[in-house]
């Protein structure tokens, strides 16, 4: 079975602080993303991840990076929290271009920023 | 630029009835697919279903099944036999065949009454 993990259940951080959400995959996907869900609007992709140091913005970016520095991690960064980012975060992983393409899902981290 | 619709915010069935879910998508590619996922309360979002727009069958998986219509653009879950596991939010998505990007509706609330 595919396992997504991501580092925190919940977290509480505030204003202004660095925050770093982790999430690592065992299956050797090459494909990794960050999505943020909030009521009423889905899930909305931050940023994704195709390949080791590669990255592309999503639909949301702004104030938010990425790193993917091995194949298994990527980590979601925000440089400077702010109440608005208080959230859920959802990691997922896949394969690339496969027939596949399912999407597996992390836990979720819940991120309140006071 | 491809969009998911979900009209309908929340939902309720009777258990052991059957409920459908609504699901409508914009985009002017012609090869895609289409998902149907599952959140249940505080646990982790699994695939529900898939279905490949070049295939005229409905996909079914035991007790769900979907309406794919690629004319009208609609891809709607029937959940037959509704259990109280079935309880959750569900998403519908889409993803080009040649992405890796999905695009998520912002879901359907369902709750399966005893």
């Known amino acids: 079975d595919v396992k997504v993990t991501q580092s925190s259940r919940y977290l509480v951080k505030r204003t202004g602080e660095k925050v770093f959400l982790e999430c690592v995959q065992d299956m050797d996907h090459e494909n990794m993303f960050w999505y943020r869900q909030d009521p009423g609007l889905g899930l909305r992709l931050i940023y994704f991840s195709y390949d080791v140091k590669m990255k592309e913005k999503g639909d949301i970016p702004e104030g938010y990076s990425v790193s993917r520095e091995k194949k298994e991690r990527f980590s979601l960064i925000l440089e400077s929290a702010s109440t608005n980012q208080t959230s859920m975060y959802l990691c997922a992983s896949s394969l690339f271009q496969t027939r596949i393409h399912e999407q597996y899902f992390g836990p979720g981290t819940r991120l309140t920023v006071t | 630029a491809q969009t998911v619709t979900q009209s309908q915010p929340e939902m309720s069935v009777q258990e052991a009835e059957t409920v459908t879910l609504s699901c409508t998508y914009d985009?002017?590619?012609?090869?895609?697919?289409l998902f149907w996922y599952k959140q249940p309360p505080s646990r982790q979002m699994i695939l529900v279903i898939r279905?490949?727009?070049?295939?005229?069958q409905n996909a079914t998986e035991n007790r769900f099944s979907v309406n794919f219509q690629k004319a009208a653009k609609s891809f709607s879950l029937k959940i037959s036999d509704s259990q109280l596991g079935d309880t959750a939010m569900y998403f519908c998505a889409f993803m080009k065949r040649d992405g890796n990007q999905f695009y998520f509706g912002t879901g359907t609330s369902l709750t399966v009454i005893p």
């Open positions: 279905q490949e727009a070049y295939k005229q």
């Open positions: 985009t002017s590619e012609s090869n895609y697919y």
